[in-house]
């Protein structure tokens, strides 16, 4: 179709394709799609205007993902949780309100302003922050603040912090696709998946899977740190059982109901819409990639599926899959 050529300054006829590149993040190479536009009259390519697409925004993204630090919107939504203004947030930081306000809206923040930033999402470190600075906030909006902080040490939450520290905590590597295990971004994957559909485990297990592993072949790093498993049908991330429950029971974030399947009794899950603003743009393509083409698959067929892959043959039963062999992978 014909679009305006900057360098021929004129309607020409264009082709759109996408181009892998490598972008430096302090020191660290990664993996990004640029779209270009080709023009079929000057034979030259450019970048279309996209303002809803920022490459070394997208870059930035898996660098966090790779060092295990916070994203904009988790920023943005614990301070909204806690209902502080910005300024506030940055006096309870210690942070300026213009560095945050960068941080905030996409610019990569320093290691050492991300730790203080993680260290204040923990309830403990965060009421020691605010008692330290009892001027910066009024009495009401503390007072608030320290109820809310009491709450969060109901059970359910207790119950997922401490299966995160037992089974999420271990280190990025070849096993969890080179990033830390978050569990918010697992349970919204598990969402995505589910949303509009009935999902039975079997094939919610090899969907996790697929997807992880597909965006660590594209991109270098998994979507969300989970490590896999060898079982017998077919891969499943470690001590899925745990985060089921968690997920179903405890957080309430998915809906699941026992299925008669004729010679057995089986779950599906269903889910409410995830929260789609967590995803980077390719993490986002990935799973729609992987959802269309597993949509008509059943659990068995795609427990089949997954048995001829790479890293399925060639691992043992219960011991960990390596994000080595998604090099292989058949989608």
Same mark, same amino acid.
């Given at each position: 179709?014909?679009?305006?050529?900057?360098?021929?300054?004129?309607?020409?006829?264009?082709?759109?394709?996408?181009?892998?590149?490598?972008?430096?993040?302090?020191?660290?190479?990664?993996?990004?799609?640029?779209?270009?536009?080709?023009?079929?009259?000057?034979?030259?390519?450019?970048?279309?205007?996209?303002?809803?697409?920022?490459?070394?925004?997208?870059?930035?993204? #898996?660098?966090?993902?790779?060092?295990?630090?916070?994203?904009?919107?988790?920023?943005?939504?614990?301070?909204?949780?806690?209902?502080?203004?910005?300024?506030?947030?940055?006096?309870?930081?210690?942070?300026?309100?213009?560095?945050?306000?960068?941080?905030?809206?996409?610019?990569?923040?320093?290691?050492?302003?991300?730790?203080?930033?993680?260290?204040?999402?923990?309830?403990?470190?965060?009421?020691?922050?605010?008692?330290?600075?009892?001027?910066?906030?009024?009495?009401?909006?503390?007072?608030?603040?320290?109820?809310?902080?009491?709450?969060?040490?109901?059970?359910?939450?207790?119950?997922?912090?401490?299966?995160?520290?037992?089974?999420?905590?271990?280190?990025?590597?070849?096993?969890?696709?080179?990033?830390?295990?978050?569990?918010?971004?697992?349970?919204?994957?598990?969402?995505?998946?589910?949303?509009?559909?009935?999902?039975?485990?079997?094939?919610?297990?090899?969907?996790?899977?697929?997807?992880?592993?597909?965006?660590?072949?594209?991109?270098?790093?998994?979507?969300?740190?989970?490590?896999?498993?060898?079982?017998?049908?077919?891969?499943?991330?470690?001590?899925?059982?745990?985060?089921?429950?968690?997920?179903?029971?405890?957080?309430?974030? #998915?809906?699941?109901?026992?299925?008669?399947?004729?010679?057995?009794?089986?779950?599906?899950?269903?889910?409410?819409?995830?929260?789609?603003?967590?995803?980077?743009?390719?993490?986002?393509?990935?799973?729609?990639? #992987?959802?269309?083409?597993?949509?008509?698959?059943?659990?068995?067929?795609?427990?089949?599926?997954?048995?001829?892959?790479?890293?399925?043959?060639?691992?043992?039963?219960?011991?960990?899959?390596?994000?080595?062999?998604?090099?292989?992978?058949?989608?």
């Amino acid at each position: 179709m014909k679009k305006f050529c900057p360098l021929c300054e004129k309607e020409t006829e264009q082709l759109s394709a996408t181009e892998s590149e490598e972008i430096n993040i302090r020191g660290e190479m990664i993996p990004v799609e640029f779209e270009y536009q080709y023009c079929q009259e000057c034979g030259e390519k450019f970048e279309p205007t996209r303002p809803d697409y920022d490459p070394l925004d997208n870059a930035y993204r #898996v660098y966090r993902q790779m060092k295990g630090m916070i994203q904009p919107e988790e920023m943005k939504r614990f301070s909204k949780n806690l209902g502080v203004t910005q300024k506030e947030y940055s006096k309870i930081l210690g942070i300026g309100i213009a560095t945050l306000n960068r941080y905030e809206n996409g610019a990569l923040q320093s290691q050492s302003h991300d730790q203080i930033i993680q260290l204040s999402m923990q309830p403990a470190n965060l009421r020691k922050l605010i008692e330290n600075k009892p001027e910066i906030l009024s009495q009401e909006t503390r007072n608030r603040i320290f109820q809310s902080l009491k709450n969060e040490g109901q059970e359910c939450g207790n119950l997922l912090n401490e299966a995160i520290e037992e089974f999420g905590s271990y280190p990025p590597d070849l096993f969890s696709g080179h990033i830390r295990f978050d569990i918010n971004k697992f349970f919204q994957t598990i969402k995505f998946f589910c949303y509009k559909d009935q999902v039975v485990k079997t094939k919610l297990m090899k969907l996790l899977f697929y997807a992880d592993f597909k965006h660590f072949r594209d991109y270098g790093t998994s979507i969300t740190g989970a490590r896999y498993a060898y079982a017998t049908h077919g891969p499943v991330p470690d001590n899925f059982g745990t985060w089921l429950i968690a997920i179903s029971e405890w957080e309430k974030e #998915v809906d699941c109901e026992e299925q008669n399947f004729g010679n057995f009794v089986g779950e599906a899950y269903t889910s409410e819409e995830p929260d789609w603003s967590i995803f980077s743009t390719s993490e986002l393509a990935v799973l729609a990639k #992987v959802k269309k083409e597993f949509q008509r698959f059943s659990g068995k067929q795609i427990k089949f599926f997954s048995h001829q892959e790479d890293g399925y043959i060639k691992s043992e039963t219960g011991k960990l899959i390596s994000y080595q062999f998604a090099q292989k992978l058949q989608i």
